[in-house]
């Protein structure tokens, strides 16, 4: 069982290799909800081709600022949102971590769904009891942490390559409508919303990133993190994405009435059980990540105003807390709930992206992979309660994409204007990262040789 849970992680507990985080990614990304996020570049409107060729792009672009967050876990030790302290101060952090936890709340109650309805397809058991059960496995996985999720992820990658292999033959062999791979007429406004929605895929992935990186040893090629976290998850996305515009297009009313029943259903009856496993695995794969990754962001966030070393007894606590939440929100995912929640979760990766574009601006050309560990976890350090103008930089991003916002359950004003395009994430990333560097050059530090990893004595936890 881990250990630790907001500690810097000391060079003798190092250990590992950079392709281990190709699994992590990969079966993460291995899953239907993949498949449903890539059915809507059909559902909204694009021919096949031009819906696939969306998504690749989408996820080629989104997955390059996802995977630098990968390298900050080796040459940092530490949480990804504990990093945020440096641009944000200890307690001017909080602000993107509230942010943060409802979104992993809310996917994982979505998830949870998906995965105990295809748990009682399967077993013929009662829904609510299957979503509890896919819930209480995660849970255990949390638990046990970093160890256990590598391991457990490697399996499942492989599972899920090997049983999607198959599906995805089923599925190009099957019966397909005249003309559906003709291009036809593009709509730019679409197509570029699809991208978006590929990009900001990968981009919702951020705050997980350094988490499952944090215990490779210091002297880890950032490029190799970068390359093998960048495969695993844009690889993954592209091949679900694209098989799930093939099924919309291909059975629209199949697969929109049931998805997880369309994609099992395209597998022989008679081994239809091993379909429903690798469904069942995918979701626990990706789940497992949410509740490990808000059980960090909760500890980091009580952590900027009380001090505590989170023990077992604790560490239990707040996993299992966070788990019940989710899974009393995903009981509750009846009628058009579930839909509306999704949909206010997806608003909140909006402002995932201004924060991703200051925290990697800051690492990568601001402080140049330097950083006073010590000091993130004290308010009277030299990165201070807040920093205004990491701030005005975070939330002048924000309010840049407002306008340019396209989902159900918001729309900006400037979408008409642009036939449908929402490039409100793209506007969020060019002003955050540009205005964060104008106001924190002169702060800059040059660069230097790595500085001495902190003792376990200067990281404790004050009294």
């Not at 515009?245 to 008679?270: I, M, N, T, W």
């Not at 469904?279 to 500890?299: E, H, I």
């Not at 239990?316 to 709930?337: N, P, R, S, W």
Request: hydrophobic fraction near 55%; charge should be neutral.
């Amino acid at each position: 069982m881990e250990q630790r849970a907001l500690e810097f992680v000391p060079a003798d507990e190092r250990y590992g290799k950079a392709r281990s985080l190709f699994t992590v990614w990969f079966a993460a990304n291995m899953q239907i909800t993949t498949i449903v996020t890539g059915a809507l570049g059909v559902v909204l409107g694009l021919p096949l081709p031009w819906a696939v060729l969306a998504l690749v792009v989408g996820n080629l672009f989104g997955g390059v600022f996802m995977a630098l967050h990968s390298a900050q876990g080796p040459k940092l030790g530490i949480p990804q949102m504990i990093q945020s302290r440096a641009q944000f101060g200890v307690l001017g952090a909080v602000l993107p971590l509230l942010l943060v936890i409802l979104m992993y709340i809310g996917f994982f109650a979505s998830s949870s769904v998906l995965g105990g309805s295809a748990l009682a397809a399967w077993t013929g058991l009662p829904r609510t009891a299957c979503v509890i059960a896919v819930s209480a496995v995660c849970a255990v996985l949390a638990l046990y942490g970093y160890r256990l999720i590598h391991q457990v992820e490697r399996w499942i990658s492989l599972v899920s390559a090997v049983g999607f292999v198959y599906l995805s033959y089923r599925l190009l062999t099957a019966p397909q409508p005249a003309g559906l791979w003709h291009a036809g007429s593009l709509d730019v406004g679409t197509f570029l919303l699809v991208v978006s929605i590929a990009a900001t895929w990968q981009i919702t992935y951020a705050p997980y990133v350094a988490d499952y990186s944090r215990y490779l040893p210091e002297n880890t090629s950032s490029a190799a993190a970068f390359g093998w976290t960048y495969a695993g998850s844009v690889g993954a996305s592209i091949w679900m994405m694209a098989f799930g515009c093939v099924a919309a297009a291909v059975a629209p009313k199949a697969f929109g009435a049931d998805s997880v029943a369309y994609v099992v259903g395209l597998a022989p009856g008679s081994v239809s059980g091993v379909f429903f496993l690798v469904v069942v695995l995918g979701v626990l794969a990706v789940n497992v990540l949410n509740l490990y990754g808000a059980f960090m962001s909760t500890t980091t966030t009580l952590g900027a105003v009380l001090r505590f070393r989170v023990g077992q007894g604790l560490r239990a606590a707040f996993i299992l807390g966070a788990a019940a939440v989710g899974t009393g929100l995903a009981l509750l995912a009846q009628g058009d709930f579930l839909g509306t929640f999704e949909n206010f979760i997806l608003l909140l990766t909006y402002f995932l992206v201004p924060w991703t574009a200051v925290n990697l601006v800051d690492f990568y050309l601001i402080r140049h992979e330097q950083y006073d560990i010590p000091a993130l976890f004290d308010p009277a350090g030299r990165y201070g309660r807040v920093n205004w103008r990491t701030m005005a930089a975070y939330l002048i991003g924000v309010a840049v994409e407002v306008p340019f916002v396209s989902t159900s359950y918001y729309t900006g004003p400037m979408v008409a204007h642009l036939g449908g395009a929402d490039i409100s994430w793209l506007l969020g990333l060019i002003v955050s990262a540009a205005l964060y560097y104008v106001l924190m050059r002169p702060f800059a530090i040059p660069r230097t040789p790595a500085q001495a990893a902190p003792t376990e004595e200067q990281l404790a936890p004050r009294a």
